[in-house]
Structures are given as structure tokens and as C-alpha cells.
């Protein structure tokens, strides 16, 4: 999970995560939530639970790693 305010702006390593969706696929998910894209706003918390089972299928049953970034004073708290 990524998040920050504009794709545009501050989307990093956009063009390596993409690769790396395309050359492992079905190995690597990014999930990016752009806060300032678009009217309403999206965090990361918002897409984390709007695929909250995903999440634990993901991290209880497949042992899968799980990586959040972006920076915020609320997200990592929220994020809990």
C-alpha cells in the first residue's frame, strides 16, 4: 500500500513497481491510494479495509509480507 497526494507528484517508483507487477505477476500487489486525485479523498486506511479479507487471506493464510508507505501525521495510527 502507497498513498500519498497526487500520482502525479508524488508517486515513486512508479515505473519500477509496475515492472515488477508485470515481470512477477501474481507475485506483487500496489495498492496506491491518492489523497488529492479526485474529489473525495482516499487514504490507504480507506483501501485497506475496503479489502480487509483480502488483507488477512493475504498476511494469515499465505504468509504474504505487507508493506505500507506513504507519510502523513494521522495515516500510521489510523493504519491501526
Do not use: H
Request: charged share 30%; with cysteine.
Amino acid at each position: 500500500y502507497f498513498g500519498c497526494r497526487s500520482k502525479i507528484k508524488d508517486y515513486y517508483f512508479e515505473n519500477e513497481w509496475s515492472k515488477m507487477q508485470e515481470d512477477l505477476p501474481g507475485s506483487i500487489q500496489v495498492n496506491v491510494a491518492f489523497s488529492r486525485d479526485q474529489t473525495e479523498k482516499i487514504y490507504v486506511q480507506d483501501l485497506m479495509l475496503k479489502n480487509s479479507e483480502e488483507i488477512f487471506d493475504l498476511i494469515y493464510r499465505k504468509n504474504a509480507q505487507f508493506f505500507i508507505a506513504g507519510n502523513s501525521k494521522r495515516m500510521p495510527q489510523d493504519v491501526k
